[in-house]
């Protein structure tokens, strides 16, 4: 047979497959658990291995006001892709902007907590185990919120000036499945960093 | 017929420059084109790499040698097992899925081209940056060039004090930097066989190839990652004075260990799924029938694939764990040996009762058969704590692992080679050269492998760079040596065959082999839209039903 030619799909057929970037999205959040899944080890397996101090009683303290701020940045890229969806674009601007807003206030939080553990308590990536175990665990969190807050200005750019349409809504639900999957990285790592480990 | 049309205006084309080709090279976003860089830089890694095991057997050929330095030899066993693990194995399968998953789902591309590109290229830098620790290895200490700390790279040989320079650094940053490329290509492999196989192909009627990739990259976003994990782990120890892996500041050298090996055990179903996969669609082809128990080969992947997660510290028996840890470590191991085993009786129900073509790529298939089975059964040996107590780390591990890789491995490869080479160029190996190279190479890896055991067995530890007369290896060495010169040969036709065919040979038409899945349907080499409209499917051999009204699947 030199060449074979094929049938066309019918009309009347259904034939619905997921959306790539969803399965994209859900791919590149697999492979992130896993890394994420062995500094948590890393950080468990070394808790109170540190041969000298400080210890993490002795200089954390729970950083709840950053936390909530975080945890409410994901109701509110919610309520974003939700208004984009609806094409409202306006209220899409305003909720997309509290969503960077309060990313930025965490990661501002977070370099405080950290100028406060190097320049006031002493404690480096190299001071012993339990700094180089918080700094890694913790800067791969803030690291994963940097790179998702320089999307969301992007996006944000875009949308002032009026680039973003409401048939975006799929991409920027997409990105938000990235935000939703960095904040419930927060509740792991806040519990094993400042429940768990102190 | 519309791609006969396509043909035609091919060869009525102008000539390009040189220069026009090379640009459409590198700035290609094809799924085909892609493939094929991916298949073309493995395969100079191949020789590459081949040329350090060379080096490595040389040096052993007779006891107290001196072609190669204690240093050289150590770089030599580094770069080897890095080189063809991340730079031959893993870009040639990331190839063939990137050439052929497209096509076998009736789709025009991968599910992200540009991600496409991005993976090839990152991973591409990888290798010469590995490479580039030859020339850049050196640092301001002048000490060492090339990464000599083992494949695996165990702490603390990895500390800064004891790998001084940034031949470690090279090896930790090539890696980190190909293993982007790697979660890059499975992530696209998924969303391409989730999100744009062609109406009516469900994934029940998906042909196993397809199947098969799915499965890899699944592994490759779960295992690759820990690695990814541990690297950064390293380079911060290496540059910023963290303590993960170091034993002076209560840091563990085993914890490195599990971390590797994490990823080191799922990496070996990474590379084997593939071959399963070539295996499943030559066999059937070449046997005239269809697949035999296709449920349960998808099944047994599964299972593979999971259990393949399970397993990894039974590299570690020697270094000393608990006994519920040996036990359970034992049991799994040996458990993958059930999916396993379903598969090889599947393929073996395939052929049985079949009319069996002995073309090259069938050759290279019933080959792998036999010698995958002898790889599982001394793999299930060494799953038995207290024997790899005995074996661990000797010769015996050597070719236990070869076996799998390049007895299973490699020669699935060399048949998806010559399965496929038709299509990808559009004409025919050399079938007499294919005859050589298979011969060659059977004999070569038969004395290498078979006759490597031994020496393991007399207690030859792996990683010596020589050793004292008298102690009965001697022989042994001599044998496996020579037999590297086979394989090596048996190479050199292979790449002269590809290279020499793919101008010179006969033009091989759509569908040589007369087979059954969708790539075969459209021109070889199929045109850049892969189907000029786009395929419907009703079973698992959409092309038998075409060929066969009457008696459709």
Known sequence: ?198 | MASESIAIGRLDAPARQIGEILHDWVTTVDHKKLGLLYIMYAILFLVIGGIEATIMRIQLIVPHNNFVSPQVFNEMFTMHGTTMIFFVAMPIVFGFGNYFVPLMIGARDMAFPRLNAFSFWISAFGGLLLYFSFVGGNGLYGAGNAPDVGWFAYAPLTAKAFSLGHSTDFWTLGLLVSGIGSIGTATNLIATVLCLRCPGMTLGKMPLFAWMNLVMAGLVLLAVSPLTAAQVMLSLDRYLGAHFFDTQAGGSAVLWMHFFWIFGHPEVYVLVIPAFAFVSEIIPVFSRKPIFGYPIMVGATVSIGFLSFLVWAHHMFTVGMNSYANSFFAISTMLVGVPTGIKIFNWIATMWGGKIRFGTPMLFCIAFLLQFLIAGLTGIMLSVAPFDWQLGNSYFVVAHFHYVIVGGILFGLFGAFYYWFPKMSGRMYNDALSKWHFWLFLIGFHLTFDFMHIPGLLGMPRRIYTYEPGRGWDVWNLIVTIGVFFQGAGILIFVGNLLWSSLKGKFAGNDPWDAWTLEWSTASPPPEYNFATLPTVNSRRPLWDIKHPEDPD
């Open chain 1, 1 to 198: 047979m030199s060449s074979t030619s094929l049938p066309s799909p019918s009309a009347e057929m259904q034939w619905v497959l997921p959306s790539r970037g969803r399965v994209g999205m859900f791919c590149l959040i697999a492979a992130e658990t896993a890394i994420f899944t062995i500094f948590v080890i890393a950080y468990i397996f070394y808790l109170g291995k540190s041969v000298s101090g400080p210890t993490p009683k002795d200089v954390l303290e729970l950083p709840i006001f950053a936390s909530i701020c975080l945890l409410s940045s994901s109701l509110t890229i919610h309520m974003a892709v939700k208004s984009l969806r609806n094409a409202k674009v306006g209220a899409f601007g305003l909720w997309w902007l509290l969503t960077l807003v309060l990313g930025g206030i965490f990661l501002g939080e977070t370099g405080r907590e950290w100028y406060h553990l190097i320049y006031d308590k002493g404690l480096t990536i190299s001071t012993n185990l339990f700094g180089t175990t918080y700094y890694s665990l913790v800067g791969l969190h803030a690291f994963h919120v940097t790179v998702g807050l320089l999307m969301i200005s992007v996006a944000m750019l875009l949308t002032v000036f009026g680039k973003v349409k409401p048939e975006h809504h799929e991409r920027a639900d997409v990105f938000s499945l990235y935000w939703h999957f960095v904040d419930s990285i927060w509740i792991v790592v806040f519990t094993v960093v400042y429940i768990i480990g102190r």
